[in-house]
């Protein structure tokens, strides 16, 4: 066998007589359509994530499997939601339910904000699927209208539930499908469903159901299982507490997933309520297990000494829209590593509380690394 | 992704899906397993097809992504997984196969993911060394090993056993040109 040889024997395989074609090129499209939009909601979420330090961590466990426990007076019964009109980002609002086989119900990363909900779930091989849920008035229009603009030939009415440039999402409704309990749904253009689980207030569900199932029938099924209020009282479990901290300062973002050992890694950003979610004053808090964190000393950093622990503290100016900061990372402290970013207000001419090292000094607590002495307030 | 790019991607993909379909049965030997190979690599197409579609050759952009979709796939065991479907992928057609006494499909198949995956590349591709190894990442010197492993294995599938050789092609040296039947 030769290069002709091969050549030959190549060129008459190639002709050989072929099945019909299996391939879908729409199908080929949707999934790709979401791995785009996961691509820009990661970047989205960027300044949340980790905007400089990484923020490698350690955050609750457990709460998003179970619908009773800990305080959780059970999910509200399908058709007769009652979401607040801001959510608690320690509080998930809501879990999935029914799953296909093969997909785990745990979100495998999830973001919480006042105002959104965003969980994902799954794999390419079992199906993957994201869900988000929208605090009421988030969205710019009601279930009515896009019926109306649907009957009336408008186009595509589009379904806006941007917040201020964070985590935006924008797409535009293709036509009805079935109700979802009972509320009225759409699909969207690139097939993600879309319903109104209360009044003015929208849930969306993107997926790649797999080889074999109606995708049409699949994510009505998800949808009509999503377990809205899954936890009423704070659930996300932190080894660390903040005190001393103005009483108006709140939760804006927390993001965890489980892990096979039961931790979750996550980040969360605390402030006042502010008109851009997730960034807050003090973000990207991450403490971990010693072992378990990225924090290092990284390029430009100045090694400092805080109550006899080594810390690494990195400025940062100002920067395309994102104010100065200040990062910590303390790879070691009573069996935890800890990081976090400071910002400083706008407007403001000095770090609030002393900088970040004032607040690793004297608001900040350390619970340790047995997760048994960890605590659902992190704002003490 | 706007509308007119979506509809440029459509139309590449219905263009060239005969011909993506062709390389990747020559990869997978296997019709079925053809085309789950050509649906990841669309799918990654579409997610890259803002910047794809101003390639100056976008054809070998895609074909990139279809081999190191099928190299990544037998890495991670996926020919290992069986699907049983109650019906053969790719049935015999009508007419006889003139290469069947020779096996020829065993022969390739026979051939480790990434030697048939070079030869694809070189000989029905016509990449040259440098390009193969572009898509294959790996070095030129490693293209032309595999290449030459690739068609001794070849040979030593087709080549036909000792007395029933055909004239044509010498069981051994010295039966070179005596016709033996």
Redesign the interface.
């Known amino acids: 066998m030769d290069e002709a040889g091969a050549r030959s024997l190549l060129e008459r395989m190639s002709v050989a007589e072929a099945p019909p074609s299996r391939v879908d090129i729409a199908a080929a499209r949707r999934r790709g359509g979401r791995r785009l939009r996961r691509r820009r909601w990661a970047r989205a979420a960027a300044p949340v994530l980790a905007a400089g330090a990484v923020a490698a961590v350690v955050l609750g466990t457990g709460a998003l499997h179970v619908a009773g426990g800990q305080g959780n007076a059970g999910p509200e019964r399908p058709g007769q939601v009652h979401p607040p009109r801001r959510f608690n980002p320690l509080a998930p609002y809501a879990a999935f339910g029914w799953l296909p086989r093969g997909v785990p119900r745990a979100a495998a990363g999830a973001i919480s904000l006042p105002s959104q909900l965003l969980l994902i779930t799954g794999s390419a091989r079992t199906g993957d699927f994201s869900l988000r849920v929208w605090a009421p008035g988030t969205c710019n229009v009601d279930a009515a209208q896009v019926i109306r603009d649907l009957r009336a030939h408008r186009g595509h009415p589009r379904l806006d539930c941007s917040q201020h440039g964070f985590a935006d999402f924008t797409d535009y409704a293709a036509r009805r499908a079935p109700a979802v309990t009972g509320r009225p749904a759409f699909w969207l253009v690139d097939d993600t469903l879309a319903w109104e689980y209360a009044p003015h207030a929208w849930a969306t569900l993107t997926g790649y159901v797999g080889h074999g199932l109606s995708h049409a029938r699949t994510m009505v099924k998800i949808a009509a299982h999503v377990r809205f209020a899954a936890t009423r009282a704070p659930s996300l479990k932190f080894p660390f507490q903040l005190t001393g901290l103005p009483a108006s300062w709140q939760a804006v973002s927390a993001v965890w997933r489980p892990t096979g050992r039961g931790l979750a890694g996550g980040a969360l950003a605390v402030g006042p309520p502010s008109p851009n979610p997730g960034m807050g004053v003090i973000s990207q808090i991450g403490v971990a297990p010693t072992g378990h964190s990225t924090c290092g000393a990284p390029p430009g950093s100045a090694r400092v000494t805080l109550r006899g622990v080594t810390a690494f503290l990195t400025l940062r100016g100002p920067h395309n829209g994102t104010p100065a900061a200040q990062e910590l990372c303390v790879p070691e402290a009573d069996g935890l590593s800890v990081n976090f970013t400071l910002y400083r207000p706008p407007g403001s001419p000095a770090f609030p509380f002393g900088g970040a090292t004032g607040i690793f000094l004297h608001h900040l607590r350390l619970l340790g690394p047995n997760p048994a002495n960890w605590t659902t307030r992190p704002l003490g | ?1 706007s509308a007119r790019r ?1 509809e440029e ?2 139309a590449y ?2 263009a060239r ?2 011909w993506l ?2 390389v990747a ?2 990869l997978c030997q296997d ?2 397993q053809a ?2 190979l ?2 990841t690599a ?6 890259h ?1 803002r910047r794809a579609r101003t390639m100056q050759n976008v054809d070998g952009y895609v074909r990139a992504i279809l081999v190191r979709a099928f190299l990544s796939e037998r890495r991670g065991g996926w020919a290992r997984r069986v699907t049983l479907t109650g019906h053969l ?2 049935a015999p ?1 009508p007419a006889p196969d003139a ?1 069947n006494a020779l096996d ?2 065993g ?2 198949a026979g051939l480790p993911p990434r030697q048939r995956a070079t ?2 590349l ?3 591709c016509d990449l040259n060394v440098d390009q193969s190894a572009r898509v294959l990442g790996c070095s030129a010197g490693t293209v032309k090993s595999q290449t030459a492993k ?3 294995g ?2 030593r599938s ?1 080549e036909p056993p000792g007395p029933r050789s055909r004239g044509d092609v010498p069981a051994r040296p010295w039966g070179r040109g005596t016709g033996h039947g």
């Open positions: 992704m979506d991607f459509t993909v219905q899906l005969a379909r062709r049965y020559l019709w079925q085309d789950d050509v649906q669309i799918t990654t197409l579409y997610v097809w992928p790719d057609g290469d020829v499909r022969a390739l030869l694809v070189r000989f029905y690739a068609l001794a070849l040979r087709l």
